[in-house]
């Protein structure tokens, strides 16, 4: 059974930063696979925020692009959401996503997130 977990999530002030993290058990490591980070706001739609490819290729959705980065360990085992510059409308749950073809919206399997909030 595969188990995705994030980590990382807290309260923090605009301005500030913080880095989310993705591992997932029953997998042996990412290699192979895409990983995407994902949010939810309060009342809101789910949002693509960033996505590392089978091929290791990172980008960040638009929305967040210039502030939030996504990247792995050498070892493939984790992969990490850098957010620096955060903004209250940040203020969400963070979702790690892993499939074994690309990133997109009904990925094969999902954390339970990590809720991140931005005080102004």
């Known amino acids: 059974e595969v188990q995705v977990v994030e980590s990382g999530g807290g309260q923090v002030q605009a301005g500030g930063s913080l880095r989310l993290s993705c591992t997932a058990s029953?997998?042996?490591?990412?290699?192979?696979?895409?990983i995407a980070w994902f949010r939810q706001a309060p009342g809101k739609g789910r949002e693509a925020v960033g996505c590392l490819t089978k091929n290791r290729y990172a980008y960040s959705g638009d929305s967040v692009k210039g502030r939030f980065a996504v990247s792995s360990d050498s070892a493939k085992t984790t992969v990490y959401l850098q957010m620096n510059n955060l903004k209250p409308e940040d203020t969400a749950i963070y979702y790690c996503?892993?499939?074994?073809?690309?990133?997109?919206?009904?990925?094969?399997?999902w954390g339970k997130g990590t809720l991140v909030t931005v005080s102004s």
């Open positions: 996503a892993v499939d074994s073809t690309w990133c997109y919206e009904h990925m094969s399997y």
């Open positions: 029953g997998l042996g490591t990412f290699d192979g696979f895409a």
